[in-house]
């Protein structure tokens, strides 16, 4: 099992809608969750941290579910600049054995189209 | 977030040959990454350094790569002996904490 698997997509909607992802992680022992977002052939860019019980950050909703090791992103009323992948971030304890490693998954593609 | 700077933007090697990349992190950072990034690939991370000292690696960082911060200012990362699979994205991460980490613009290696 993949340590963060996300569905790759693309996903390919219009302006305006609103559009979900999911994220499911195998270590149970993660401590720490976020959105990162990157635009093509750029640096991952922290979009948002995900805690237990849920936040906003305006038109982004993240959900964490740790019984079932399942994250979530909402975005709603796209806009074009939102177009980019989406990635599933965990980190596990620091100290111990990690010291900060962020484990990713392979991104969801979301084109928003006129 | 200041700006974290990594030179080059673009390097082409030959297979064999010694890269060193480059990353300026903020002063006052204490935690410093390394990740990569093949083309079309998730991100993954290399080595984890913090306080002059690597904190934990990757099964891909093995004994042809190594890291340092040679002037307390610069942050690096070198490959010995380059191979064709060594051709990717690698991104210099830093941040205050470990939950806080900002990536670099990254600098493309191709080993040809």
């Known amino acids: 099992r993949k340590e963060v698997e996300q569905d790759p997509g693309p996903f390919n909607v219009p302006e305006g809608a609103t559009v979900a992802f999911n994220c499911t992680y195998s270590n149970s022992a993660s401590q720490s969750f976020f959105w990162y977002r990157q635009d093509c052939r750029k640096e991952p860019k922290l979009l948002m941290s995900v805690y237990s019980s849920g936040n906003e950050d305006g038109r982004f909703t993240a959900q964490l579910n740790r019984a079932s090791q399942y994250i979530s992103l909402l975005i709603r009323d796209s806009k074009l600049s939102d177009s980019a992948t989406y990635l599933c971030?965990?980190?596990?304890?620091?100290?111990?054995?990690?010291?900060?490693?962020?484990?990713f998954g392979q991104g969801t593609i979301l084109t928003v189209h006129p | 977030e200041p700006e974290v700077t990594q030179t080059p933007s673009h390097q082409v090697t030959q297979m064999g040959q010694e890269v060193i990349l480059r990353c300026v992190p903020i002063s006052n950072h204490l935690y410093f990454y390394w990740y990569r990034q093949i083309l079309g690939q998730k991100v993954e991370f290399l080595v984890s350094f913090y306080n002059n000292e690597i904190s934990e690696k990757s099964e891909i960082f093995d004994d042809q790569f190594s890291v340092e911060r040679p002037d307390g200012s610069n942050f690096t990362l070198k490959i010995r002996s380059t191979k064709l699979e060594d051709s990717a994205m690698y991104f210099c991460?830093?941040?205050?904490?470990?939950?806080?980490?900002?990536f670099g613009p990254g600098t493309r290696l191709l080993v040809l």
């Open positions: 991460a830093r941040g205050r904490l470990v939950e806080t980490q900002y």
């Open positions: 971030v965990v980190i596990l304890p620091a100290g111990g054995t990690s010291y900060g490693k962020l484990t």
